[in-house]
T-cell receptor, first 112, second 114 residues
Framework: DAKTTQPPSMDCAEGRAANLPCNHS???????VYWYRQIHSQGPQYIIH???NNETNEMASLIITEDRKSSTLILPHATLRDTAVYYC?????????????FGTGTLLAVQP | EPEVTQTPSHQVTQMGQEVILRCVPI?????FYWYRQILGQKVEFLVS????????KSEIFDDQFSVERPDGSNFTLKIRSTKLEDSAMYFC????????????FGPGTRLTVL
């Protein structure tokens, strides 16, 4: 699996958009970008994933650059409950037995 | 919304004792996983399980660890002889055949080995 690089921490004001960057310069053509988050002491939670097109769901948007070497997770209106560690993970899709390899992620602190 | 459940939420044991951590995956899911997270460290993959057998295991998952799906609903992780360094949060996860890209995690069991 390709390696990802994320800033260790970020702050965001409540109600504003949170933009979390991720670099994955060695991503392969068949690897997807996944985002999970972990609220303090809870199990990780799936957010979104994508291959090359931008994706949006009820939780977030995922913007992937054209060269696929980086991506940005966008939480459009951050709330205090979005304070968590956000993990960007790159892996081949479709293999249900594929493990997730977690890095250290980005600690997003949403400030009131 | 269906969710993965884990019991107990906290398990305290003496070094050398056997522990069994229990998980009930989401009912129509077919792929199961265990991960662990030592306090302050990364979430680490332990093992994946499908069709009643281990699909993949990490270096952490040595002979002291075993997994079982005893009755079609539970998925268990057994540690035969616990060590101090086994103290961690243990997370179970499951995935459906229809959505293999999304792993649903349980709330975890905190294991404390004294």
């Amino acid at each position: 699996d390709a390696k990802t690089t994320q800033p260790p921490s970020m702050d965001c004001a409540e109600g504003r958009a949170a933009n979390l960057p991720c670099n994955h310069s060695t991503i392969s053509g068949n690897e997807y970008v996944y985002w999970y988050r972990q609220i303090h002491s809870q199990g990780p939670q799936y957010i979104i994933h994508g291959l090359k097109n931008n994706e949006t769901n009820e939780m977030a948007s995922l913007i992937i650059t054209e060269d696929r070497k980086s991506s940005t997770l966008i939480l459009p209106h951050a709330t205090l409950r979005d304070t968590a560690v956000y993990y960007c993970i790159v892996r081949v899709a479709g293999g249900a037995t594929n493990k997730l390899i977690f890095g250290t992620g980005t600690l997003l602190a949403v400030q009131p | 919304e269906p969710e993965v459940t884990q019991t107990p939420s906290h398990q305290v044991t003496q070094m050398g004792q056997e522990v069994i951590l229990r998980c009930v995956p989401i009912s129509n899911h077919l792929y199961f996983y265990w991960y662990r997270q030592i306090l302050g460290q990364k979430v680490e993959f332990l093992v994946s399980f499908y069709n009643n057998e281990i699909s993949e295991k990490s270096e952490i998952f040595d002979d002291q660890f075993s997994v079982e799906r005893p009755d079609g609903s539970n998925f268990t992780l057994k540690i035969r002889s616990t060590k101090l360094e086994d103290s961690a949060m243990y997370f179970c996860a499951s995935t459906s055949f229809r959505s293999p890209d999304t792993q649903y995690f349980g709330p975890g069991t905190r294991l404390t080995v004294l």
